[in-house]
C-alpha cells in the first residue's frame, strides 16, 4: 500500500507526463509510458490533459488496465470505448429508407457493387454508414484500395468506412490518399478528424499518410464550421506533427517559400515533398496551376518568426513576474491575462520565462481553468505556448527517449524555468531548481 506521499508523487509525475507527451513523437510517449510504475500509469491514463496521440498510442500498446483506465477517463471523448460515442452509436440509427431500398434493392451487394454505390450516395456519411450495414460480401481491402487509387472514394464514404468497414489499419491509412482531388470537396477534411478521434491513427501517422500534400497543412487550421472538427487539443497536436515533419526546412526562407509553391501540385505526402524541397529535387510546379484556398496563410502560422512585441519597461516587468507567482493561483492569472490582452506578453513569453517550469507547460495555471479541456476562450495565446514548448523541445531533446524521460522525472520538483531544465538535463550536471 502506497503512503500517502508516494501517491501524490505519482499523480504528480502522471500530470507532468501528459503536459510533457503531448510534444513527444510517437515512439517517445510508447517509450516513455512504458517506463511509468503502475501508480503513475493508471494516473496517467485517467489524467484531464492526455493528448490525443498518447491516448490512442495507450489504447494500442498499453495493457487490458490501461484500456479500462481510460475507457472511465470521462475526458477522452470520441473513441470506441465502452460507453464511449463511436461505431456502435451510428449503428443504432434507423434502417435503410424506402426510398433508398427503391433505389439500390436490399442487397446483398458484392464487394464491386458497394463500391459503387459508396461512390454514388457518398456526399454525407449518413447513407454510407446504412448501406455498410445492409447485406453484403466482406470488403476486401485489396479490391478497395484498388478502386480508391484509380478514383478516390468521395470524403464521406471513407469515413464510414473508417467507422464500420472494420478495415485493418494499413488500408486505413491508404484511404487517406485522396489523389488528384479537388481541395474544394465537400468536408474533405472529415476522415482525417475521424481517424485521430477513433484512435485509429495518431497525428504523426496522419502527417505519414495524408495526401496531397497541402491537405496535411490544411488540416492545422480547419475552418470554424460545424460538425466534426478538430478541438483545441487535436488542433495543437495536428500542428505539431506538421512542425515536426517541416523541421528540416529550418528557417531558411527560400526553402519555405518553395514549400508553399511546391505545394499545391504535389500528389505525395507532405514528408515526401519537405525531402525533395530539402535535396533540391522538386520538380518546377506548373504555371497556371490552382489556386489552394487557405495555403498561404496556413503555411505562414507555420514559419518561424521573431516578432517581439513593444511594450518598454511595462513588457519588461511583466516578464520579470512571470518568475515570481502571485500570492494566488487566481490574481497569477488575472495579471498573466492582463498582460496578454494589453500585447506585453505572448503565449512564447510564458513557456520562456514563466516559474516553475511544470506551471508553464499547463495552460490552466496561467488562463484559468475551463470547463472542459477542449476548450479555451484564448487560442492564439495556446496555441503560440504550445509552438514554443516544440521548439525548445526538439532543439534540446530531439528524438532521443532517454532525454525525454529525463525531464520527465526532473520536471515534477524542477523549480525553475523550461529553458533552465532542459539546459540542465541535456548538460547533464545537477538538475535542482532551487538555490
Keep these: 500500500m502506497p503512503t500517502a506521499e508516494e501517491d501524490r508523487a505519482s499523480r504528480r509525475l502522471a500530470w507532468c507526463a501528459a503536459h510533457l507527451l503531448r510534444h ?20 496517467l491514463c485517467r489524467d484531464a490533459w492526455l493528448s490525443p496521440s498518447t491516448v490512442s498510442l495507450l489504447l494500442r500498446h498499453g495493457s487490458e488496465e490501461d484500456r479500462q483506465y481510460v475507457a472511465r477517463n470521462p475526458h477522452v471523448v470520441g473513441r470506441p470505448l465502452p460507453g464511449l460515442p463511436g461505431p456502435a452509436r451510428y449503428a443504432a440509427r434507423p434502417g435503410p429508407s424506402p426510398e433508398l431500398l427503391a433505389d439500390v434493392g436490399p442487397g446483398p451487394f458484392t464487394t464491386g457493387e458497394l463500391i459503387a454505390l459508396l461512390r454514388r450516395h457518398g456526399r454525407r456519411p449518413r447513407i454510407p454508414l446504412t448501406l455498410l450495414r445492409m447485406p453484403h460480401a466482406p470488403l476486401d481491402p485489396a479490391t478497395l484500395l484498388h478502386e480508391h487509387a484509380r478514383d478516390p472514394l468521395p470524403p464521406s464514404a471513407v469515413e464510414a468506412l473508417l467507422l464500420a468497414g472494420a478495415l485493418p489499419r494499413e488500408a486505413c491509412r491508404a484511404l487517406l490518399d485522396a489523389g488528384p482531388q479537388d481541395t474544394g470537396a465537400h468536408r474533405w477534411y472529415r476522415p482525417a478528424v475521424r481517424a485521430v478521434r477513433m484512435g485509429l491513427l495518431t497525428c504523426d501517422e496522419l502527417v505519414a499518410h495524408v495526401a496531397p500534400a497541402h491537405r496535411t497543412l490544411l488540416l492545422t487550421d480547419l475552418p470554424a464550421a460545424r460538425g466534426l472538427r478538430w478541438s483545441l487539443p487535436e488542433r495543437t497536436g495536428m500542428r505539431t506533427a506538421v512542425a515536426r515533419a517541416l523541421r528540416p526546412l529550418r528557417d531558411d526562407p527560400r526553402l519555405w517559400s518553395e514549400l508553399l509553391h511546391g505545394a499545391p501540385g504535389f500528389r505525395g505526402t507532405l514528408p515526401v515533398l519537405v525531402a525533395r524541397i530539402v535535396r533540391g529535387t522538386l520538380p518546377e510546379p506548373a504555371a497556371g496551376g ?3 484556398p487557405g495555403l498561404s496563410e496556413a503555411v505562414r502560422s507555420l514559419a518561424p518568426r521573431a516578432a517581439e512585441p513593444a511594450g518598454g519597461v511595462d513588457r519588461e516587468l511583466a516578464l520579470a513576474s512571470l518568475a515570481v507567482p502571485m500570492p494566488s493561483v487566481e490574481e497569477d492569472i488575472r495579471w498573466v491575462r492582463d498582460c496578454l490582452a494589453r500585447g506585453l506578453l505572448t503565449g512564447e513569453d510564458v513557456i520562456r520565462h514563466k516559474a516553475p517550469a511544470c506551471w508553464a507547460l499547463d495552460e490552466g495555471h496561467w ?13 492564439a495565446p495556446v496555441l503560440a505556448a504550445r509552438a514554443e514548448a516544440d521548439r525548445l523541445f526538439a532543439l534540446a531533446l530531439g528524438a532521443d527517449p532517454d532525454a525525454w524521460w529525463r525531464v520527465a522525472v526532473t520536471l515534477p520538483d524542477f523549480a525553475g524555468t523550461l529553458p533552465h531544465l532542459l539546459l540542465r538535463v541535456t548538460e547533464g550536471g545537477s538538475v535542482s531548481g532551487r538555490s
Design 290 to 292: 490552382p489556386e489552394v
Design 367 to 379: 488562463l484559468g481553468e475551463v470547463d472542459h479541456p477542449d476548450r479555451h476562450d484564448r487560442a
Design 24 to 43: 513527444a513523437p510517437d515512439h517517445v510517449v510508447t517509450d516513455v509510458t512504458g517506463r511509468l510504475d503502475a501508480p503513475a500509469r493508471k494516473y
